[in-house]
């Protein structure tokens, strides 16, 4: 089976960085992607890493190593409209293997 | 451009009852995907289709179940409901050849079973 851990909840004050951990253990998968979600509305896709390594989008970086089985999401110069939950998510590889498992969740409150 | 829209957007029924949930994918995606979402937790995987067949189910029993349409549009059924189903339930749009990127997500239904 797989699994994917978070911290689950998370509070920074707002301008400055946070990090979002996420160990996972899995076979095999194609990469980590990170979704967003406000209270009460869609998931939103942030970002994914198909290799090893640091992607940046705007205020947003995510990374993975594959050999520490362990990624994370970077938020810098937070805004109080990023308090949300924030999930990891993994697409095994194999053939017959489309779904998209998710971790828990970690809740980020920004406060001012 | 019209994201993933679902409908209804809240729902409220009685144990033992069927429900039929709809979803309109992002436009210019072929693939749509349900998922079970109970509170603080995250997304649960129940299916997916394709070329409206189910090419992939998670652990949900056979009381779920789902279509997919000529024009990508799709439906989950639940039959029997159980109180334990209550949850919001969200339909995640993609492109096949892409399937490693990201899923558009709709704001989904939310089922109350009483």
């Known amino acids: 089976g797989q699994s994917l851990e978070q911290p689950s909840e998370v509070t920074a004050v707002e301008g400055a960085i946070v990090q979002i951990n996420c160990t996972y253990q899995t076979s095999g998968f194609y990469g980590l992607s990170w979704y967003q979600q406000h209270d009460g509305g869609a998931p939103t896709f942030l970002s994914y890493n198909g290799l090893d390594g640091l992607e940046e989008t705007g205020r947003f970086s995510s990374f993975l190593s594959r050999s520490d089985s362990y990624g994370y999401l970077l938020l810098q110069e937070l805004q109080m409209k990023d308090s949300a939950s924030y999930f990891c998510?993994?697409?095994?590889?194999?053939?017959?293997?489309?779904?998209?498992?998710f971790g828990k969740g970690t809740k980020l409150s920004v406060i001012p | 451009d019209a994201g993933v829209t679902q409908s209804p957007t809240h729902l409220i029924k009685t144990r033992g009852q069927q429900v039929t949930l709809r979803c309109s994918p992002k436009s210019g995606h072929d693939t749509v995907s349900w998922y079970q979402q109970a509170l603080g937790q995250g997304p649960q995987f129940i299916f997916q289709?394709?070329?409206?067949?189910?090419?992939q189910r998670g652990n949900f029993p056979d009381r779920f179940s789902g279509h997919q349409f000529p024009n990508y549009s799709s439906e989950l059924n639940v039959n029997a409901l159980l109180l334990g189903d209550s949850a919001l339930y969200l339909c995640?749009?993609?492109?096949?050849?892409?399937?490693?990127?990201?899923?558009?997500f709709g704001s989904g239904t939310r089922l109350t079973v009483v």
């Open positions: 998510a993994v697409r095994l590889s194999g053939a017959g293997s489309y779904q998209l498992t």
């Open positions: 289709y394709y070329e409206e067949e189910e090419r």
């Open positions: 995640a749009s993609s492109l096949a050849r892409k399937a490693n990127y990201g899923y558009t």
